[in-house]
T-cell receptor, first 111, second 112 residues
Framework: KQEVTQIPAALSVPEGENLVLNCSFT??????LQWFRQDPGKGLTSLLLIQSSQREQTSGRLNASLDKSSGRSTLYIAASQPGDSATYLCAVIDSWGKLQFGAGTQVVVTP | DAGITQSPRYKITETGRQVTLMCHQTWSHSYMFWYRQDLGHGLRLIYYSAAADITDKGEVPDGYVVSRSKTENFPLTLESATRSQTSVYFC???????????FGPGTRLLVL
């Protein structure tokens, strides 16, 4: 059974520092991987989708890498801002399109 | 551009009552999903649908029923609500099986 883990569970950084968020999964037979952001009491906002054939995906200050063989994905957020404070979730996608989520990393960026 | 909407946004009900949560998307996406989010369990898939009239169970389907007679709608029914079904419910849609999933704003359900 696929297990998705995100470490650390919580992270606090000063404004301007780069954020590094980790996601690991036990079964490398994933179809794709998606990163989300969730603000308190809100829904999920999609940040990036990495296809299984890709190693990396970038959008603005965000960069996500994927290493299927080692079961890891990393989300980098450059030059963090207080508005980046949120919970970040990764989810692996199987061939049916079903998502399996990690528990998330709660990020606080202090001014 | 409404995207994906859910109704109601908040619902309080009593054990044993039937409750239906609505999900509507304007993109004509083929795939639709229902998840629940709980402290300690995270987000878990309840049911999904690959197209109208095609549905299948996810990780936690017990006590729930879905239907999909139209591509744009995917209602979730709790046939006889229990306290353990108190949760936040999210609907999502995607244009392909492995494509980006877009989530609705959620429905907060409290079962007393």
């Amino acid at each position: 059974k696929q297990e998705v883990t995100q470490i650390p569970a919580a992270l606090s950084v000063p404004e301007g520092e780069n954020l590094v968020l980790n996601c690991s999964f036990t079964d490398s037979a994933i179809y794709n991987l998606q990163w989300f952001r969730q603000d308190p009491g809100k829904g999920l906002t999609s940040l990036l989708l990495i296809q299984s054939s890709q190693r990396e995906q970038t959008s603005g200050r965000l960069n996500a890498s994927l290493d299927k063989s080692s079961g890891r994905s990393t989300l980098y957020i450059a030059a963090s801002q207080p508005g980046d404070s949120a919970t970040y979730l990764c989810a692996v996608i199987d061939s049916w399109g079903k998502l399996q989520f990690g528990a998330g990393t709660q990020v606080v960026v202090t001014p | 551009d409404a995207g994906i909407t859910q109704s109601p946004r908040y619902k309080i009900t009593e054990t044993g009552r039937q409750v239906t949560l609505m999900c509507h998307q304007t993109w004509s996406h083929s795939y639709m999903f229902w998840y629940r989010q709980d402290l300690g369990h995270g987000l878990r898939l309840i049911y999904y649908s690959a197209a109208a009239d095609i549905t299948d169970k996810g990780e936690v389907p017990d006590g729930y029923v879905v239907s999909r007679s139209k591509t744009e709608n995917f209602p979730l029914t709790l046939e006889s609500a229990t306290r353990s079904q108190t949760s936040v419910y999210f609907c999502a849609s995607s244009d392909s099986s492995g494509g980006t999933q877009y989530f609705g704003p959620g429905t907060r359900l409290l079962v007393l």
